[in-house]
C-alpha cells in the first residue's frame, strides 16, 4: 500500500500479484468507538512490513483525524494500480468519515512513514 513514485500499470490484480514489489508499509484506519468518553479522534495507523527493519510489525505512526467521531471507513486511492497514466500515481488516500460526511485526503507520498492529511 505504500505509494509509488510512477503508475504501476498492472493488467490485472493476478499481474500485480505476481510481478509487483512486496509492500514495506500498510496504512490502517483505526476507528475511537469510544469518542464520546474518551475524547479520542479516529487516527490512520502506519505499520511497518519489511521483515529486514527493526520496527518489522509494528505501528510506527499514527495520524490523528482534527474532528471527534467520524468513524472512518473503506479508504481508497486518488489512482488505481491498473492505471496507465503516467501523470497518475497512488500519492493520495482519500478516506472517508461515514457519521461526520467528511472526506480526508492523506498525503502518503511526501513522507510514506508519517503520511499528512493534505485536505
Not at 488505481?80 to 497518475?88: F, G, I, N, P, R
Request: aromatic share 8%.
Amino acid at each position: 500500500m505504500e505509494s509509488t513514485d510512477g503508475p504501476t500499470g498492472y493488467n490485472s490484480p493476478m499481474e500485480a500479484f505476481n510481478s509487483g514489489q512486496k509492500e514495506k508499509l500498510a496504512y490502517v484506519v483505526c476507528i475511537s468507538a469510544k469518542w464520546k468518553t474518551n475524547n479520542k479522534p479516529d487516527f490512520v495507523a502506519t505499520i511497518d512490513l519489511d521483515p529486514s527493519s527493526s520496527t518489522y510489525s509494528k505501528i510506527i505512526h499514527k495520524l490523528e483525524m482534527p474532528n471527534l467521531g467520524d468513524e472512518l471507513h473503506h479508504w481508497g486511492w486518488n489512482a488505481c494500480s491498473s492505471c496507465k497514466d503516467c501523470s497518475a500515481r497512488r500519492r493520495y488516500m482519500i478516506v472517508p468519515g461515514l457519521n461526520s460526511d467528511r472526506v480526508y485526503v492523506i498525503d502518503v507520498a511526501s513522507n510514506p512513514r508519517s503520511p499528512k492529511i493534505h485536505k
